[in-house]
């Protein structure tokens, strides 16, 4: 069954049951595999099956629920606030001073009605729905005390008028919404920030001119011009020149990178030092920078499976205010009704998890880690221990050939079939052999007529009647002599003679220690796999004081390796190749090196967007972070709706000052969120 996945905005939910509403609904729409909305991100992430549905289709039944799949103008929303907040707050501070109970309604009526509008649209909408939200026990507190008001008045009826009650409580949870979207762009600005990394312009090279034009304009296999102090506008290749590029923005690498022609350089980046032509190779959304801002929105979208438990309280908590609200009313009348109703706040439960995750992912993604999915971040937070590929994650991935040895007389013939062979492959064994071989100056390479690739044991080829093995000693198990200590051996056989051996070296990498003891500090404990030979496996352990270690590992064997050591502990993978794949999709948590293959990245659930391992305990730690935070938020809305509903229930409570807690019960989720931007890694 294929699966498309979208991405996309929705306006005009005004409480976690709105987004609860939408989601229920698009789960129930044939075609729809699964749904996640986001009151707090103001998004949906839908996955369908493109055969039985499709993204209009999915749109009209956002449309149909009331709300709109477009992207809420939170400039227009926040003046629009603003307005209400300054005229029905002075209409506010006058109802608090005058007592005439006619002018007192002629006063309330703008607020009720005008400042008050969107209350009643969504609870309006909400009714259509058949459910309930935010705006249900909004409008029907403020509306019974304003219209009880308004009979008291009209009739003359002995009792208190409540037309103050209802303007100010309105005006009150206007200001909590006033801050509360103030609060969510902050949460938001890291999609933001992504999204001001792309230039609009560009220098295109046509019949030998230059001309400049709009980004959009531009067509794979453009050649533009990028000037020093300009932004690359689009994912490429240099064609000519060379320049150092700063990718900080991008990838959070602080130092500017050396490119030359035939590298590749990510849109967005900022040329630093000289000219270069590039040829453009991505456009759209299939550019790095596009992809990021993708997975960041999608990742902001979904939910932890924590959140699943708030759903379902939040679920029937409007219907359970509701039958309180009748009790509350036989126990102390109708000040105790509307101050139930106004004290209740569903929005500080539906904002905790999801503001939280909002806030981290973005963190996340400017020290350079992109988290695919929210349950990655709570994973990460109760990981015990971090499993590390050797090659290309602990080490540069980079070997040089340090030493050779030649059991037959060394001729071009044997050189010229191990390096056509090595050439085939872009394992970095294989690669640092054929630079080595590169240098003996052969004139001419054999065809290669067949070519096999063994994960975890080498290669094997066929050059005419030529049999070339080329690999470790799983491959070529009777080797005559051991290798070197503390180097990785790979020997090669033609027509069943072993005929050399190469000693290759592999530099550790040079934050590899301090990520070690940064994961010792957060109590997680470290282990090396590697493919390598006993010796070379346990130099590598010793630099980084590594307790535990597993040498000689194939592949298949990793998996069973992580699948063990998951069986009684939260387990992460780190790795960067085709054959860390299978282990990073078997361990509760993936983590995959920005260099490495796509296979090993999409097995992952975060990615590092520079090869920097520190990385790793820094995404722990605030992964950690993020789950304190979220359970202090849970805490926080749960504590307050159990304490202060009984205490409107006896009457207890002012149902003005029950208006102003609720605002900013959800104000004081957000703010607590807000902290993680702060948080030192």
């Known amino acids: 069954m294929s699966k498309q996945l979208i991405t996309f905005p929705v306006a005009g939910m005004h409480c976690n049951s709105c987004s609860l509403n939408i989601q229920r609904t698009l789960k129930k729409t044939p075609g729809v595999i699964d749904a996640s909305v986001s009151y707090a991100s103001e998004q949906a992430v839908v996955g369908f099956n493109p055969a039985l549905t499709t993204q209009s289709k999915i749109f009209n039944v956002v449309k149909s629920l009331g709300y709109q799949p477009v992207k809420t103008d939170k400039t227009a929303e926040l003046k629009s606030l603003k307005t209400k ?47 309930s939200s935010m705006d249900t026990l909004v409008v029907l507190g403020t509306s019974t005390a304003y219209f009880y008001s308004a009979a008291v008045t009209v009739f003359k009826l002995d009792g208190h008028t409540f037309f103050e009650t209802s303007g100010v409580i309105i005006i009150f949870i206007l200001l909590g919404k006033f801050l509360e979207s103030r609060a969510k762009n902050q949460a938001s600005q890291a999609i933001d920030k992504l999204l001001a990394l792309q230039p609009q ?143 209740a706040c569903p929005c500080a439960l539906g904002l905790a998890t999801p503001t939280s995750i909002m806030v981290s992912v973005g963190k996340a993604a400017q020290i350079g880690v992109l988290v695919k999915a929210a349950p990655s971040l709570e994973i990460a937070a109760k990981a015990k221990v971090v499993v590390f590929d050797k090659t290309g994650t602990l080490t540069m991935g980079k070997p040089v050939v340090v030493g050779t040895y030649w059991y037959t007389v060394k001729n071009n013939k044997i050189l010229a079939l191990i390096s056509a062979s090595v050439s085939q492959s872009s394992h970095p064994l294989a690669q640092a052999i054929n630079a080595y071989l590169a240098k003996s100056s052969l004139s001419r390479l054999p065809l290669i007529d067949r070519f096999e690739e063994i994960p975890g044991q080498g290669i094997k080829a066929v050059s005419g009647r030529n049999q070339i093995l080329i690999g470790n000693q799983k491959l070529i198990p009777s080797v005559p002599v051991k290798s070197r200590l503390d180097t990785t051996a790979v020997w090669a056989k033609i027509n069943n003679q072993v005929a050399a051996r ?53 592949p298949q064997d990793k998996v069973k390796l992580v699948e063990s050591l998951s069986q009684t502990q939260t387990v992460i993978m780190v790795g960067d190749g085709i054959n860390d794949a299978p282990a990073l999709a078997k361990a509760h948590l993936g983590i995959a090196m920005g260099g490495g293959t796509d296979v090993a990245i999409e097995s992952a659930g975060m990615t590092l967007l520079r090869n920097d391992l520190n990385l790793v305990p820094r995404v722990i730690r605030l992964s950690q972070l993020t789950l304190i935070n979220i359970k202090q938020n849970l805490f926080w809305a749960f ?16 149902p003005m000052l029950a208006g102003l807690a609720m605002a900013f019960s959800s104000v004081s989720v957000m703010a607590n969120a807000l902290r993680l931007k702060r948080a030192k890694l």
Do not use: C
Request: aromatic share 6%; hydrophobic share 50%.
């Open 85 to 131: 907040l300054i005229a029905g707050g002075s209409l506010a501070i006058l109802l608090m001073l005058v007592k005439n109970p006619w002018l007192l309604w002629l006063l309330s009526t703008p607020i009720q009605f005008w400042a008050g509008k969107s209350f009643y649209q969504g609870a309006w909408s909400a009714l259509k729905n058949k459910t």
């Open 201 to 343: 312009a560009a220098h295109l090279i046509k019949n030998k001119q230059i001309i400049d034009v709009n980004i959009n304009s531009l067509k794979v296999g453009d050649t533009v011009l990028v000037k020093p102090g300009e932004k690359v506008p689009l994912d490429g290749i240099i064609i000519k020149g060379a320049s150092a590029v700063d990718e900080s923005l991008v990838t959070g690498e602080s130092l500017p990178v050396e490119k030359k022609p035939l590298d590749q350089v990510i849109g967005a980046t900022l040329n630093t030092s000289q000219s270069f032509y590039l040829r453009i190779e991505s456009i759209g959304e299939d550019t790095t920078l596009s992809k990021i801002i993708q997975l960041v929105r999608q990742a902001q979208g979904s939910k932890p499976a924590v959140q699943r438990l708030v759903d379902e309280v939040s679920r029937y908590f409007v219907p359970t205010v509701l039958v309180l609200s009748v009790v509350a009313f036989f126990i102390s009348g109708l000040t105790g009704l509307i101050a139930v109703l106004v004290i």
């Open 502 to 554: 190469f000693n290759l070296f592999d530099q550790l990498k040079p934050e590899a220690p301090a990520a070690i003891a940064a994961l010792k500090q957060l109590k997680i404990q470290a282990i090396m796999i590697s493919g390598d030979h006993k010796s070379a496996a346990a130099k590598v352990a010793k630099a980084l004081k590594l307790k535990k270690y597993y040498a000689e590992v194939q």
């Open 639 to 654: 504590a307050y709706n159990l304490i202060l509903i009984p205490v409107a229930m006896l009457g207890k409570l002012n």
